[in-house]
């Protein structure tokens, strides 16, 4: 059977899908201070400048200012935990909320 479907053309073009239908996006709180929540992601994949060939992101989410940091990939959590503290927390305090995507990086650090 498993030969039969994987051959068939028209087995192939009608595949159903597999995941759940979505539901509505829920709207994020208004802020009322900067630094209170800030947004993380990676820029993955760089040519290597002064040994960095990744950045992480943080962008406050009220004023849209953000922090670049290099990073030189393999990195641990405990490598992402220090630079954070050393460069956002310490200047700016520790924030209420930090919202990321669901990043390969960020679910396989944990």
Not at 5 to 12: E, F, K, R
Not at 68 to 86: E, K
Request: net charge positive.
């Amino acid at each position: 059977m498993k030969k039969f479907v994987a051959t068939c053309d028209i087995c192939q073009q009608c595949k159903s899908e597999t995941m759940a239908y979505p539901s509505l996006l829920q709207p994020l709180p208004i802020l009322d201070r900067a630094w209170e929540s800030l947004s993380m992601d990676f820029i993955e994949r760089l040519p290597k400048s002064k040994g960095k060939d990744n950045i992480l992101v943080v962008v406050n989410r009220l004023t849209k200012f953000a922090h670049f940091i290099g990073l030189t990939h393999p990195f641990t959590t405990q490598d992402v935990a220090r630079v954070f503290l050393d460069q956002v927390v310490k200047m700016h305090g520790v924030p209420k909320a930090i919202i990321s995507d669901q990043d390969k990086i960020f679910t396989n650090l944990l």
